[in-house]
Structures are given as C-alpha cells and as structure tokens.
C-alpha cells in the first residue's frame, strides 16, 4: 500500500521511508519536504496513507490533515508531533488524523501506526492513549458526545463500538455479516453525524460516553 512521507527535514524523511519500505506489504511511494509539495504528491500518487509532520514551516499541518482527511477518497494521516503533548495530539486528532506519534519516540511507533493506519485501523502509542483520551474527555463541554452519538443508527453504532474495540474493516464486516464496503460506507455516514474528521476521535467519543454509564 503507497505511503506518502512529508518532512521538512530530508535526512529525517529519509530514514522513515527505509524504515517503512523493510515492512512487508507497505512501500512509500513518495517524498515530500512542504505542504505544497505534499498535496501534488497526492493527487500524482493518490496514497493510502501521509506520514506528516506536524511543523512544515510552509503551511498549517492541522489545516492540510483536516483537508486530506476530508479528501474523496479520504487519505489517513500519521502525524509526528514534535513532543508527547497530550493537548497537540488531541488537536491533530480532531483535525483528522488517525494516527499520532512524537519524533521523540521510536521509530517502531511510526511504523506500527502506519501499518495500523493502511489497514483502516486508528493508533496511538500504548504509553500515550490514556493521556490523550482524558484529554480529549476534559476538553469538551459535558454531554456533547453524548447528543452526537444518539444520532448513529444502531448498525452505525455496533460500527463505531467494534472500531473503539480497535478492529479493522474486514474484522467489523466478517462479525457482522456485511460487506467491507457496508462497513465503509457506515464508517463514513457515522463520521459524516459525530461530524469528526477520523475514526480516532469517534472512537473517543464512544469510550467517554461508555465512561459515563458506568460512573453513573
């Protein structure tokens, strides 16, 4: 599956790409060092995933991962932040991306979200979810998640219930009988009514709202 690499830093972008291209079944089908670069890149090569960095001095990160997430047919976004700020990553996270790891961490974090990310799956460094996730509970007015996720179907919502569980289309449609692209089109209609920009923030709202039935 094509992955399009865009780092400011070439040498950075470099060892990513060969980290990548060692993974079997996923290959990096470009390089890009700024966000106009990055975006005919995409229209050229029309990759599954971006690994992209959250500091292109060109333009705003947050703006090109809302806008290639929202793309048809949408592009997953691994972003790597400069640091393990829970706050940035939950604004990356709402802005679309699926995934988001530091530059601080391993590059095994990379490689394990961009794999996650081509199999339609969201990721977050094992040491970091539980900080992002109350980050993003705390940082939205009480209640909202819960008016959104009345507005799901009941399929939309066994959907959203086997994503938030962390499995892929292919797990969803086998355990429900339906087709893969059932599921995706699902995925999208839910997505389209929490008005969210990834299944990452979805899933976020489907834990908090599991969080408050069982405080109360």
Same mark, same amino acid.
């Given at each position: ?10 040498l950075y972008a470099d060892a990513v790409a060969r980290r990548i291209n060692g993974e079997p079944e996923v290959r990096v089908a470009g390089i890009a060092s700024t966000g106009a670069a990055a975006s005919t890149a995409i229209e050229v ?61 391993? @590059? ?38 819960? $008016? ?7 399929? $939309? ?47 976020? @709202?489907?834990?908090?709202?599991? @969080? ?5």
């Open positions: 599956m094509g992955v399009l690499v865009v780092h400011h830093h070439r090569l029309d990759p599954r995933v971006v690994v992209l960095d959250m500091e292109l001095r060109d333009v705003s990160s947050l703006e090109l991962t809302a806008r290639w997430s929202a793309r048809v047919p949408p592009v997953a976004v691994a972003a790597i932040l400069g640091s393990d700020d829970r706050a940035a990553m939950v604004r990356a996270i709402r802005a679309g991306a699926s995934g988001v790891t530091s530059k601080h961490g391993p @590059m095994a974090d990379l490689v394990s979200a961009v794999k996650a990310l081509v199999l339609g799956q969201c990721w977050i460094p094992t040491r970091l979810q539980a900080g992002v996730v109350t980050e993003m509970r705390l940082s939205r007015p009480p209640n909202v998640f819960d $008016e959104k996720l009345a507005r799901l179907t009941v399929r $939309e919502r066994e959907i959203l219930d086997r994503m938030a569980a962390g499995h892929d289309r292919a797990a969803i449609a086998d355990d429900l009988g339906i087709s893969v692209n059932t599921v995706r089109t699902h995925a999208q209609n839910l997505l389209s009514k929490l008005n969210v920009h990834s299944t990452l923030e979805a899933a976020s @709202m489907a834990h908090r709202a599991t @969080m408050r039935r069982v405080a109360t």
